[in-house]
């Protein structure tokens, strides 16, 4: 598995739980204001030596040495569908007694339905990019077939499956209005946990140029959430 960065521990990332995460290599989206560009762009990122690639082993050791200390393992990138053997590294996690969150765009939606059927996680995360009719703005792409999204919005809320779960948006002042909470609040109705959280600029974003929104602007974006779901919350905003 293509695995391009490591956080020994994070208190952060995985909601209960001390934990080490995961960065694999490449995505299937462009996200514009995407602070892990080195990452996204895993090919050109290896052929400059910006980053070099962790060994399975290389993980797997630390977690058998901190697995009294530690007690979960986020999966994030990138984009951790897009590796083709995920499922046979996520075994060998499990074998270790850790509990797996996946963080996923949801745009394949069969691989994480059969991840969860096989027990190989634990806690899903999507990000949530925006309204239906401008994904494909947001994610930087010509294009986006939102009927993948949707499979897997649709398994978490209304699945037979027992796991965790959030969505979460990251609001951008370019790309985000009332209409668009309004529309993405509606779209995910049911769901048992929605975190909203503000764009941060970063020297990794892949396009500079985009703003945060003003506090007053994110509280009203959660007023218009509450709504339709009210256990949304404002995460990292004081």
């Known amino acids: 598995m293509l695995i391009l960065g490591f956080q020994k521990t994070t208190l952060l990332d995985y909601p209960e739980h001390i934990a080490s995460t995961i960065f694999t290599g490449g995505c299937n989206f462009r996200c ?38 530690l007690t ?22 499990k074998a270790l007694g850790y509990q797996v969150k996946l963080d996923t765009n949801g745009y394949r939606p069969d691989i994480m339905i059969s991840l969860i059927k096989q027990g190989l996680i634990d806690y899903v995360a999507i990000d949530i990019k925006n309204s239906p009719q401008k994904y494909a703005q947001t994610i930087g792409l010509s ?18 499956h027992g796991i965790s779960y959030e969505f979460r948006t990251t609001l951008v002042k370019e790309l985000h209005t009332d209409t668009d909470m309004h529309e993405i609040s509606t779209w995910i109705q049911g769901a048992k ?18 703003h945060a929104h003003d506090k007053e602007t994110l509280l009203a974006f959660l007023n218009i959430c509450h709504e339709t779901i009210p256990n949304t919350v404002l995460r990292g905003v004081d």
Do not use: W
Request: hydrophobic share 35%; proline share 5%.
């Open 72 to 93: 979960g393992v986020c999966i994030t990138g990138g984009e951790p569908t897009l590796q083709p053997d995920l499922p046979e590294f996520l075994a060998k996690v």
């Open 143 to 160: 294009a986006c077939d939102i009927s993948n999204i949707n499979k897997s919005v649709d398994y978490l809320i209304h699945g037979n």
């Open 193 to 210: 946990a929605y975190y909203l959280q503000s764009y941060t600029e970063s020297a990794q974003v892949i396009q500079t140029g985009y």
């Open 32 to 69: 514009p204001f995407c602070h892990n560009k080195d990452i996204v762009f895993a090919k050109e990122s290896m052929d400059s030596n910006v980053l070099t690639p962790y060994s399975e082993e290389e993980i797997l050791a630390h977690l058998q040495k901190r697995k009294n200390v």
